[in-house]
């Protein structure tokens, strides 16, 4: 249930506008064993190797659970876990979800490899599970869907093939989900999901229908696929990564689709609408459309607020972005509203809980190099209680009233 709180230690980010807190951090990664001799196990069989594991995702429930994602790799027991309040030498120790049973290794009938979870307006967790275990696919890719009443599965969707792979290679690593609901029982649910390595993107209504699109605008710019994060460079060259969709309510009559490849400048978007339409009527008339304004350097996630208001994790420098969806999308607009050379090097997640954030931010670059020290911290989950404090007296404020 609900975790203490562990950390709370305010970080005035560098003077630029907000102020955010970390709620927990880690130097590495541990669990709540069923005993000692469960670990020792794990240990022994090359299960549990906690230099082989990082943290991607978060989420925060309705009766105050955090979820923490931790894609599967040799090493790496369990993909989806709540945080305890139990304090391992590492940091708090996750609990994995629902439980134990859920994360074998080669049973399709559980979960495999989640890097990416949404939750809806109906108390309902949505888990992308991409079906990798390191660079294998060994299970077909499937969306769980939890009820966090009682936890509870209500619906398990999978992915058809012909969908959830690249057309030409038959590749495929489906890591990022992103939900439109309507209806006050949420009776109809869209599901955008994120193929970044098969450079697409797939969409479902609710697992009745599925429509796959292939554009150019889901594959990484050669020229942005070196990074480079306070002097420490890597190559990834990751396409279609980031998904948000702007709330319609008061800003159109149709949502959009905000969408970025990772290694790149530029951000894309097509209206739901169009993309929704091609489940009915296969037409493959969807518009992807690109802002001529180009971000500053790489960016990693987003996530709209409900009023409209789309914030960004920049990687140089280490930063926060914010854009209200009100103004044209350019240089004034999109502005700086936190920086943090320690705590902000990757931002890997942003949820906005009603006005709350929150956000992992994790060192990827001495991940990708593999020039880790697991005696220093390496993982945070940062937050902000209220979301306005953060955005005030920049151009992202209007958007309050």
């Given amino acids: 249930m609900v975790s203490p709180l562990l950390f709370v230690v305010p970080l005035l980010l560098s003077g630029i506008t907000g102020e955010l807190h970390v709620r927990f951090e880690w130097k590495y990664i541990d669990y709540v064993w069923k005993n000692s001799e469960h670990k020792q196990k794990a240990v022994d069989s090359g ?7 990082f943290p991607i995702d978060v989420d925060r429930s309705r009766d105050g659970r955090v979820f923490v994602t931790t894609p599967r790799y040799d090493g790496v027991p369990a993909s989806l876990s709540l945080v305890s309040n139990l304090q391992g030498e590492g940091g708090p120790l996750l609990r994995p979800y629902p439980d134990w049973s859920w994360h074998q290794k080669g049973n399709c009938t559980t979960i495999t490899s989640v890097w990416r979870v949404a939750m809806d307006e109906c108390n309902r967790l949505w888990v992308m599970d991409s079906g990798r275990y390191g660079e294998d696919l060994i299970c077909d890719p499937q969306i769980l869907v939890f009820d966090l009443a009682d936890d509870s599965l209500v619906k398990r969707i999978a992915i058809p093939s012909q969908y959830a792979r690249n057309p030409v290679d038959g590749s495929s690593q489906i890591i990022t989900i992103a939900l439109e609901t309507r209806g006050a029982c949420c009776e109809r649910t869209w599901i955008f999901m994120a193929d970044v390595e098969g450079f697409g993107l797939v969409v479902s209504d609710n697992g009745e229908r599925f429509a796959r699109f292939n554009d ?3 594959t990484p710019d050669p020229k942005y ?24 309510k008061r800003f159109a009559d149709t949502s959009r689709l905000f969408y970025r490849p990772l290694a790149s400048l530029s951000q894309y978007y097509a209206s739901t609408r169009q993309l929704i339409g091609d489940l009915h009527m296969p037409s493959s008339k969807a518009k992807f459309q690109r802002f001529n304004y180009t971000y500053p350097s790489q960016v990693s996630i987003q996530a709209f607020s409900s009023d409209g208001i789309l914030f960004t994790g920049c990687t140089s420098p280490p930063s926060i972005l914010c854009w209200n969806s009100r103004k044209p999308f350019n ?3 999109v502005v700086t509203i936190a920086r943090n050379d320690e705590t902000l090097q990757f931002t890997s997640a942003i949820k906005i809980k009603d006005r709350e954030m929150w956000a992992f931010t994790i060192r990827y670059q001495k991940i990708a190099t593999g020039t880790q020290n697991f005696s220093e911290i390496n993982y945070r989950i940062v937050i902000e209680h209220d979301i306005r404090n953060l955005v005030k007296n920049s151009a992202c404020t209007a958007a309050y009233r």
């Fill in 225 to 248: 696929t070196n990074f480079t994060i306070l002097g420490q460079k890597f190559y990834q060259p990751d396409g279609l990564f980031s998904l948000a969709v702007q709330p319609k």
């Fill in 216 to 218: 150019t605008s889901f």
């Fill in 47 to 53: 299960d549990y190797n906690y230099t082989k594991i």
């Fill in 331 to 333: 240089e004034q607009n």
